[in-house]
Structures are given as structure tokens and as C-alpha cells.
């Protein structure tokens, strides 16, 4: 089977400049390929190249290099295009439209049978809890309300693959709660789904994996765990007793007393040479827990590293 | 028609009919047509000739200005607004968006010259208080002045697809000032010899010819208009507005879309 969508070698190089047009690479080759019913979160800082890698996923911007398919067929084929679904960036809808209007004029687009559009934009409004905004002019809508409106607009044909950019910006906690929810959702009926963030929390909760992009580059692929694992972690040590061995401070150890216990968080590698301590000490260890590095951290460690490189080749 | 172009079409035709300038533009037209009866009613034994003339140059003017007005911003406001992209992204092919996009504002035309062709007919009622047969002949112009709207779209259309609005207006306004001379453009290269006679000649030959298109003076006068004359320009008409039409799609088909 095909996967749901295979990035082979997508490159996108703009030229800029009036007079002297000079050449801006914004995408270095780009190889990715995500399975289907997985739900990968493509992240990256502003201006990383997410929103071209996105464009030219969907056709709008041309690739200088490389190709792209989904479902097995290329990117610009119609009859992909009826099978997938799109939320852009910070959307704006034609705001002379009501909800209702908008979603009957896309589904009209996207190939919906006549008696079914109706009903399926209904749906679509409840889902993204707009049913009694329906008929309102989107130009009075706010900004969360229109991000709903264009999540609606992406699921309404029922896609198969979705893809979002930045599909939390300018929603309350709540909206971002709820769209989470609606991932969840669309994960549970196989929807492949492909988003775009650069709020790393978002994708920790909801990727089966993620990929990570900067300047144009993509530094890193895989599951979340995977990819923090590869972090340095640091690991809390609780022990019994209101003294700190000597020997900690130079193992880089963190201490902070309270009451007849003291917690210590050291890096992962002096793990065995602290117990050790302890052990000489004839102090009582009560617990040794490995704490996981955070995606941000990875993300974080990455762009350190690949500005160091830049620094390093200058 | 496909079911996509149609829907294009519906909604930049609804766009255009809950836009309030559109009307503001449509009363304008209006009361200039209204004003012809009073322009009119001071010119002796010519009120019918003033009221065709003023009302028949209103339709034509206000309509290129709506044409122009609307049909620079179809490609341009969607693509700084982003509305393209979910349009795109859908089993759209982008020449079906420029035509349905086309259709729509020639439609919003053609309804609009409609209803400002019954203001004319109304004031021309009021002036001569009964028709007479020669004023059908005000149809075949109304009907030229519509084939000129079809041209205009299409122009405004094309400069849309790869210029900023106000460049596009300044193009599609400029083309329809020099169309409306072309007869004389023709006339001046037809006097010139070399180079510079092929020059005018090319440039005569390659902006409309709106001149041909405008019969405002001769049904103004009661002159009937000769089938030949309708069937050439209705040819003309399709004719160029399908060559720009064919370039929008062309420059539009490979345009990145940032």
C-alpha cells in the first residue's frame, strides 16, 4: 500500500530582488513520507519553510525541484485533491458569506452530492460548535470562530488525509482543547493528518511523530520518545537525611533540602557515580526517577546545534 | 458548464451583489439617466436624441467602471486575502477558477446593464410618451455596449492575473480609452509610411476596438444597424475576449502563489 503521502525530494527556491534577481532558497530537498492514519506533526520555528513545504503540498506553489504524491498519485491530480483537506495559515473566508454559505459553496467544490451538502455542512457546524452562528456573516465573526469555520471546511468532504497549518493560532484555551479533541477524533477514524506548529506541546500530545524543519532543512524525523531520548536527560534522586556528599558538587547535582529529605537532579550520565556517593555516605535512597526530556528541549538543542554548525563553517 | 465553473461563477456574482459600492455606482448611473430627462427638457425638438445619448453613454461608462472596478481585484484580492487557497486545494483546476470567475462578473454586468437600460427606456418614455419601432434599434446598442463589457472583463481579468489592482485599473482603463479611438488610430497609421506605420498599425489592430462597438449616436438618430455589423462584432467580441481570457489562464496556470 501507498503512503499517504511521500515527500521525495521537494526543493523550493524563490528569486528575489527588483533589478537583480538573486536566487532565496527557502526548502533544501526534502524526503519525507508519512503512513497512513498517522498523525504527523511537522514543527518548526517562523519561517522554517512549513507553510512552502504545505503550498506546495497543495499545489499553490510550484516546486523547483523534487515531487510529491499523496495517496499514491501525484499532487496536482483532481481526483487527490477530492480526497484531501486543507486549513491554512491564519485563514480568511469570504466574509460577505454566512457559515452556512461558505461550507455549501466548498462542498459544491470538493464534489459533494447536492442532497448531501446540506447535511454534511450541518454536521460539520455542530462539530465545531458553530450551529447557532450559522447564518452570520463571517465578517463578524472573531478570530477563533473563523479558525472552527476553516476546520469545518477542511473535514467537510470527509478527506482522507488533512492537512493543517497551525491549526491552534488565535484560539482561546479552550478552542485549543477542543481542536485537540478533533484530531484526537479524526486519528480514531484513520485520518492521516499533517500539521504544521511551532507550539511544541500541541504536537507532543497529539503526533505519532514528528518532524522537525529550520531554515529550510529538516534536522530530525520520529516518534517523540525517540527523538527526546536522544536528548541528555537528568534523573531526581530522593535520599533520606539532611546532608549533601561533597562529592555531588562536582557531579553537577541540583539540591535543594526539605525537612529530612533532600532531591537532587543530576545529569543522566552521573547517574552511577552519585548512588555511589550515597552508598559511601551510608545515606538511604529512596527514590531515583529519569526525567524525560521535553520536546522542547530537543527542539531547542537542535537549532543550538544547527546554528553552531553555521558558526562552525562561517 | 461544469458544476465547479458555475459555482465560481455564483459566488463572485453573489460577491458582487452584496458589495454596497456596486450599488452606490448602479444610483449614480441611475440619476445621470434621470438627469437626461431635465438635460432634455432644455435642449428643443432633441429631448429624445439627449435622453438616448446621456442614458445609452451612462450605461456604457458606469458599466466599464463596475467592469474594471470588480474585475481587477477577482484574481488578485483572493490571492492577498488567501481565500485562493481553499478554493485550490480543492479539485478546482485553476483555468475553471478564471472562467468561472469570468462568468460571474460578466453575469453581475449584464444583470446591472439591464437594470440601467430600463432606467433609460423609462426616461425615454417620459420624454417621448410613447416608443416607436426605431427604438429597438437602442437593444442592438445596449447589446454592442454589453460585447464591450465582455471585452473589458476579460482585459481586467488578464492584467489581474499578474499585476497589483492599481496597475491592473490603470492598464484595463488606459486599453478602453485607446479602444474607443481605435477607428481614428487606424485612420492616423493607415497616413504613416515605415516603421512608425507599422507601429500604429500593430498597436490599431491590437487594442479593442470599442469604436466599432459603439452605435450610441446612430440609434440616438433613429439609424437602423446592419446584421452584418451585429454578427462581426458579436465574432470580435468572443473572439477577443477568449485570446485574453486564454492569456490569463496561461500566466495564472504557472503563477506561484506565496
Not at chain 1, 214 to 221: F, I, N, W, Y
Not at chain 2, 141 to 153: G, M, P, S
Request: charged share 20%.
Amino acid at each position: 500500500m501507498a503512503p499517504a503521502i511521500e515527500i521525495l525530494g521537494l526543493e523550493k527556491t524563490y528569486m528575489v530582488g527588483f533589478w537583480r534577481k538573486r536566487p532565496k532558497l527557502a526548502l533544501k530537498p526534502l524526503h519525507l513520507t508519512v503512513e497512513e492514519g498517522e498523525v504527523l506533526g511537522f514543527l518548526g520555528p517562523n519561517g522554517a519553510g512549513k507553510t512552502t513545504t504545505l503550498k506546495m503540498l497543495m499545489g499553490l506553489v510550484f516546486p523547483t525541484a523534487g515531487e510529491a504524491k499523496i495517496l499514491g498519485m501525484d499532487v496536482n491530480d483532481p481526483e487527490v485533491k477530492a480526497k484531501i483537506g486543507f486549513l491554512p495559515e491564519q485563514p480568511y473566508f469570504y466574509d460577505y458569506l454566512t457559515a452556512r454559505e461558505l461550507l455549501a459553496y466548498y462542498g459544491r467544490l470538493s464534489g459533494v452530492a447536492g442532497k448531501q451538502i446540506v447535511k454534511r455542512a450541518e454536521t460539520m457546524l455542530a462539530r465545531v460548535g458553530l450551529q447557532d452562528s450559522a447564518d452570520v456573516q463571517l465578517r463578524k465573526f472573531s478570530k477563533g470562530m473563523l479558525q472552527r469555520v476553516g476546520i469545518a471546511q477542511a473535514i467537510l468532504h470527509d478527506p482522507q488525509v488533512v492537512f493543517l497549518d497551525e491549526p491552534m493560532s488565535g484560539l482561546d484555551p479552550m478552542g485549543r482543547r477542543e481542536v485537540r479533541d478533533l484530531m484526537g477524533e479524526l486519528k480514531k477514524e484513520g485520518k492521516t493528518v499533517f500539521f504544521s506548529t511551532h507550539v511544541l506541546s500541541d504536537a507532543e500530545a497529539l503526533c505519532d511523530r514528528v518532524a522537525v524543519i529550520h531554515q529550510g532543512e529538516l534536522r530530525g524525523v520520529g516518534a517523540v520518545a525517540e527523538l527526546t531520548s536522544s536528548v541528555h536527560g537528568t534523573v531526581e534522586l530522593v535520599w533520606q537525611g539532611k546532608s549533601v556528599p561533597a562529592s555531588m558538587k562536582t557531579l553537577n547535582a541540583d539540591c535543594q533540602i526539605t525537612g529530612d529529605t533532600v532531591r537532587a537532579v543530576i545529569p543522566e550520565e552521573n547517574q552511577d557515580l552519585a548512588i555511589d556517593a550515597l552508598r559511601r555516605d551510608k545515606l538511604r535512597l529512596i527514590s531515583v526517577i529519569p526525567m524525560r526530556a521535553t520536546l522542547e528541549e530537543y527542539f531547542v538543542e537542535r537549532l543550538k546545534r544547527a546554528e553552531t554548525s553555521v558558526g562552525g563553517t562561517a | 458548464m461544469n458544476a465547479r465553473i458555475m459555482s465560481i461563477a455564483s459566488n463572485t456574482f453573489r460577491e458582487a451583489v452584496r458589495d454596497r459600492v456596486l450599488y452606490n455606482l448602479i444610483g449614480f448611473a441611475l440619476l445621470l439617466s434621470g438627469a437626461a430627462i431635465f438635460v432634455g427638457q432644455i435642449s428643443i425638438d432633441i429631448e429624445k436624441l439627449v435622453v438616448i445619448n446621456l442614458g445609452l453613454t451612462a450605461v456604457s461608462l458606469f458599466g466599464i467602471v463596475i467592469a474594471i472596478f470588480i474585475g481587477i481585484g477577482l484574481v488578485s484580492k483572493e490571492i492577498d486575502k488567501r481565500t485562493l487557497y481553499t478554493v485550490l486545494s480543492r479539485p478546482v483546476r485553476r483555468w475553471e477558477f478564471i472562467i468561472g470567475k469570468y462568468f460571474g462578473l460578466a453575469g453581475t454586468l449584464v444583470v446591472n446593464a439591464f437594470f440601467m437600460a430600463i432606467g433609460v427606456f423609462a426616461a425615454l418614455l417620459y420624454v417621448a410618451h410613447h416608443y416607436q419601432a426605431s427604438d429597438g434599434w437602442i437593444l442592438v446598442a445596449l447589446y454592442f455596449i454589453i460585447l464591450q463589457f465582455l471585452i473589458i472583463c476579460s482585459l481586467a481579468l488578464l492584467f489581474s492575473s499578474f499585476s497589483s489592482p492599481l496597475l491592473s485599473a490603470v492598464f484595463a482603463f488606459s486599453l478602453f480609452v485607446i479602444g474607443s479611438f481605435s477607428e481614428d488610430l487606424r485612420g492616423f497609421a493607415a497616413l504613416v509610411k515605415g516603421p512608425a506605420g507599422w507601429v500604429a498599425t500593430g498597436i490599431a489592430y491590437l487594442v479593442p476596438n470599442f469604436s466599432a462597438l459603439n452605435v450610441i449616436g446612430m440609434v440616438a438618430h433613429g439609424q437602423a444597424i446592419a446584421s452584418r455589423l451585429i454578427a462581426l462584432n458579436t465574432l470580435y467580441a468572443l473572439l477577443y475576449s477568449a485570446v485574453a481570457l486564454s492569456g490569463a489562464v496561461l500566466i495564472f496556470q504557472h503563477r506561484n502563489l506565496k
